[in-house]
């Protein structure tokens, strides 16, 4: 099974503490893990102004995980995003892990 390089930009609601925020992190990176994921980096980008309102909010707490995963571990943690009431937005993007090519030999 091939794993591809993943991308999750998730949006927390505004009002959530720094430790209840933390917690969501948490959840969601453990799902990932369970599922056979490596958790490269995670970004809090803290709380940031919308472009336009979602749910009468206009400010909301971003967070963006990139990750390595086999595909069957992506559902799992976006249907955890769906059915939580912190997640406004949600969005995982794939790319194609790129092999690196045996440079030529000049004789």
């Given at each position: 099974?091939?794993?591809?390089?993943?991308?999750?930009?998730?949006?927390?609601?505004?009002?959530?503490?720094?430790?209840?925020?933390?917690?969501?992190?948490?959840?969601?990176?453990?799902?990932?893990?369970?599922?056979?994921?490596?958790?490269?980096?995670?970004?809090?980008?803290g709380k940031r102004r919308m472009a336009y309102p979602i749910?009468?909010?206009?400010?909301?707490?971003?967070?963006?995980?990139?990750?390595?995963?086999?595909?069957?571990?992506?559902?799992?943690?976006?249907?955890?995003?769906?059915?939580?009431?912190?997640?406004?937005?949600?969005?995982?993007?794939?790319?194609?892990?790129?092999?690196?090519?045996?440079?030529?030999?000049?004789?």
């Amino acid at each position: 099974m091939k794993d591809f390089i993943y991308e999750t930009m998730y949006i927390l609601r505004p009002d959530l503490g720094e430790e209840d925020a933390e917690k969501n992190i948490t959840a969601y990176q453990t799902i990932l893990k369970e599922a056979g994921a490596d958790i490269i980096e995670t970004q809090h980008r803290g709380k940031r102004r919308m472009a336009y309102p979602i749910n009468k909010r206009r400010e909301g707490i971003y967070i963006q995980m990139n990750y390595r995963a086999p595909g069957a571990a992506i559902a799992p943690m976006e249907r955890a995003m769906r059915l939580s009431e912190d997640v406004i937005r949600y969005l995982t993007v794939k790319q194609e892990v790129r092999e690196e090519e045996p440079a030529e030999e000049v004789a």
